[in-house]
């Protein structure tokens, strides 16, 4: 009955363009390393030979709503690939690190999109212009670490007499699990801390059903530094091709959780040249 | 944006999304002069929907008392405070919406409430203005007053929760009206929670989306009223389909009770979002108060129910307050009974439009008693 507007798309990629335009960043070279596996691990030696391109970070104020005064405006990327794996470390600065949600806290996020359809927006994508996004979430990496949040990790003091999931059988109590029942994947983490995702404008990223991306950050000295892997060879239709020998592009998000960022509410990037090794 | 008409505020005013009204509206109305507070209501919703993990401090139904009680602390006020003083002082709104006032950036005014906002449900519970000086006694409007608010989430027809959102995850149901957020698709980005000035859009920290009043759609997609209008037992409450005042009916006791007699004024119009719980104002309070809460109309309708017995269709409407579960579409009056009919006319409750009044001696002849009438 209520119609989306569709009107901010067409200005939306206009702006992508003018911003990409008027930006500078390197390009970014995926680096060829002997590591075996997934590449998710962020204090691994390899990424020191990795050259280092820094990203400038603008604030999202094309679509509503915005956050104009963003906490993080350079992010640090390495980038690395072992012929079946990529991964890319991005690294920001970020005092106060967020990773347990109340209703008034809001958790530290990075993200890296490539593009799996040509043209598409840095910005998350459009119509036609299919983008993958692998989005980590410090609050998944907590949940991984130190296991799902109860009642008194969240409100040491709190008294709760009686769960419906205590009394009833896991049918009937489902009822009362909210989008924990209906398995909505942001409620809890797969099996990491990266979401694997699909997007072809805003308010689309979509969760995919096979998660094929992985990833780890670690907090240390004022500063966060995630790693982002996923193959290189696309599975799927909807999976980004990054080929040894190619050339892609990718695009960043941060968000910072103590600053209230969340949602559109982001620092973002323009795309970035990616040029991979043989 | 585009243009959207509010009958509420009496005129056009800008909304994200095209106007389109459902084919039917849920909406409830409150008697506010009769709710003691006894938060049946509440523990009713309560324990049907919101007794899981995260869900501990969450309310879809309050009863606070005004003007100390909130829930969250300061909803109201803190957002009449953001919105700024604002005309109206007639039929037509000449103030700012919540839209109209939205600031750079955003698509409405709004705040998130703090954590510890929502952890005394029950703060200013029966706290009146001030004490009583020795030996005063009350006039109309009281000099020292409070009073019962009941709140619920009002569905409404241009909800700032679901403009809000840039999933578009939340969604107003063609066929009832009813605003619903979809569990499956909520990110937890709380733009809804920071958007609705009601404070009814609530963040479940453990299951990290946000979660709202679901309308007991279950319930009405049965024809049977909501949980905590069934559960009332001071009988305050009446749920059903609310028309458009060019559409209303005035066989249908909501229709009559708000445009038909006009005693039911909505929480808040000035906001703009046309919320669908309407409140019979309280007789005993100031009515500066009452019109910033209830809008244009507010005295005149404490005059029209004050004199309700005049009118014995108003009074046959709001004796079906609470005398079926069931939803009532139509209602008459035969003879001393007033009927309530379901959609299809079916004859659902008969409710006597007098009371029968029964005389007891105070001498007890069989056990040679005398009884005090304690009744």
Redesign the interface.
């Known amino acids: 009955?209520?119609?989306?507007?569709t009107r901010w798309f067409p200005l939306a990629l206009m702006a992508a363009v003018f911003l990409a335009g008027a930006s500078a960043n390197d390009s970014i070279d995926v680096i060829a390393v002997e590591a075996a596996g997934p590449l998710k691990d962020p204090d691994a030696d390899f990424w020191v030979d990795a050259p280092v391109t820094r990203v400038g970070m603008q604030p999202q104020?094309v679509?509503?709503?915005?956050?104009?005064d963003i906490a993080v405006t350079e992010v640090r990327v390495r980038a690395a690939h072992n012929g079946r794996w990529i991964g890319v470390l991005l690294e920001w600065r970020d005092a106060n690190p967020r990773d347990l949600?109340?209703?008034?806290?809001?958790g530290d996020q990075a993200a890296i999109q490539f593009p799996v359809q040509s043209p598409a927006s840095p910005m998350m994508g459009n119509s036609g212009g299919l983008v993958n996004i692998m989005q980590w979430r410090a609050?998944f990496q907590r949940d991984l670490e130190k296991g799902?949040?109860?009642?008194r990790d969240?409100y040491p003091f709190?008294l709760?007499d009686l769960?419906?999931?205590e009394v009833l059988n896991l049918t009937d109590a489902r009822a009362?699990?909210?989008?924990?029942?209906?398995?909505?994947p942001?409620?809890r983490p797969f099996d990491s801390p990266v979401l694997d995702q699909v997007a072809e404008g805003?308010?689309t990223?979509t969760v995919k059903p096979v998660q094929k991306a992985d990833g780890w950050g670690v907090w240390r000295d004022g500063t966060w530094r995630v790693a982002f892997t996923r193959p290189m060879i696309p599975l799927t239709a909807d999976d980004p091709e990054l080929l040894p020998g190619s050339e892609s592009m990718v695009a960043l998000a941060v968000w910072d959780g103590h600053n209230?960022e969340?949602?559109?509410r982001k620092s973002w990037s323009v795309w970035i040249p990616l040029r991979i090794e043989e | 944006m585009p243009n959207v008409y509010n009958w509420q505020i009496g005129r056009e005013m800008p909304y994200p999304f095209e106007g389109a009204r459902p084919t039917k509206q849920f909406a409830m109305i409150f008697d506010t002069n009769k709710c003691i507070a006894c938060q049946t209501c509440t523990v009713a919703c309560k324990t049907t929907w919101t007794s899981g993990r995260g869900q501990e401090y969450m309310l879809w139904n309050n009863v606070e008392t005004k003007p100390y009680g909130y829930y969250p602390l300061g909803w109201d006020v803190t957002i009449l405070d953001q919105l700024g003083v604002q005309r109206m002082n007639g039929p037509v709104y000449s103030g700012k919406t919540l839209f109209e006032a939205a600031p750079a950036g955003e698509i409405v005014l709004g705040y998130q409430p703090t954590d510890e906002d929502y952890a005394n449900p029950n703060i200013g519970e029966d706290d009146s203005t001030s004490e009583m000086a020795q030996g005063v006694w009350m006039r109309m409007p009281h000099m020292q007053w409070m009073y019962y608010l009941p709140r619920i989430c009002n569905h409404c027809t241009y909800p700032a929760c679901l403009s809000a959102c840039p999933r578009q995850v939340i969604y107003k149901r063609p066929e009832d009206g009813i605003v619903l957020l979809d569990q499956h698709r909520c990110r937890g980005y709380r733009e809804c929670v920071k958007g609705c000035p009601y404070k009814k859009v609530f963040f479940n920290p453990m299951t990290r989306v946000s979660e709202k009043c679901i309308g007991c759609y279950p319930a009405i997609e049965n024809n049977r009223q909501t949980q905590c209008t069934i559960t009332c037992i001071g009988k305050i409450r009446l749920q059903g389909f609310l028309a458009t005042p060019e559409a209303a009916r005035e066989d249908n006791p909501m229709d009559y009770i708000i445009h038909g007699a006009k005693i039911a004024k909505p929480l808040y119009p000035q906001f703009g979002l046309e919320p669908n719980t309407y409140y019979i104002p309280p007789v005993h309070v100031p009515p500066p108060y009452l019109r910033q809460m209830f809008g244009h109309g507010v005295e005149e309708a404490i005059a029209i129910y004050r004199r309700a017995s005049d009118d014995r269709k108003l009074l046959a409407a709001m004796l079906l307050f609470g005398a079926t579960n069931e939803i009532i579409h139509h209602f008459s009056i035969e003879g001393n009974r007033v009927i309530g009919y379901d959609e299809k006319r079916a004859e659902l409750v008969r409710v006597p439009m007098t009371e029968p009044t029964y005389i007891r001696e105070a001498y007890d002849a069989r056990f040679d008693a005398y009884r005090t009438n304690v009744t």
């Not at chain 1, 679509?63 to 104009?68: D, K, N, Q, R, S």
């Not at chain 1, 949600?101 to 809001?106: A, I, K, N, Q, R």
């Not at chain 1, 009362?176 to 909505?184: E, K, W």
């Open positions: 009955m209520l119609r989306i507007p104020v679509t509503l709503p915005h956050h104009a949600l109340v209703p008034d806290t809001f609050a799902s949040p109860g009642i969240l709190a709760v769960y419906p999931d009362f699990t909210g989008a924990l029942g209906v398995d909505n942001v409620s805003w308010g990223v209230q969340v949602g559109a």
